[in-house]
């Protein structure tokens, strides 16, 4: 059985929990996939930033709850709570951005 690691990200009122574990890519949001919930390209590249970034995309499986906040402001925070939990599976990564910025 694979270790699932887990953090949540903030982002403005949005707050996401996300569950990573070794897999295939597969990235589920509130129960359905990504795609379903973050329509847009640009969203949907938001939340893959740091999977991406570290070329993990298709290493883990992603479970991620989110709430409150607008649709950008979870995808936001998706992304801020993926990259600290890259960050706990591999502590070489350089350590996560903790703000969206400005």
């Excluded at 390209?41 to 709850?65: C, I, M, S, W, Y």
Aim: glycine share 8%; aromatic share 4%; net charge neutral.
């Amino acid at each position: 059985m694979s270790e699932t690691y887990t953090a949540t990200g903030r982002r403005k009122t949005a707050v996401s929990r996300v569950w990573i574990t070794a897999g295939t890519g597969e990235i589920s949001v509130n129960g359905d996939a990504f795609e379903d919930v973050f329509t847009t390209l640009t969203l949907q590249g938001q939340v893959l930033e740091p999977l991406q970034v570290t070329n993990l995309k298709n290493k883990f499986d992603v479970r991620a709850v989110t709430k409150s906040g607008g649709i950008p402001g979870q995808a936001d925070a998706a992304k801020l709570a993926i990259a600290p939990a890259l960050n706990i599976h591999e502590p070489e990564l350089p350590p996560p951005h903790t703000s969206a910025g400005p």
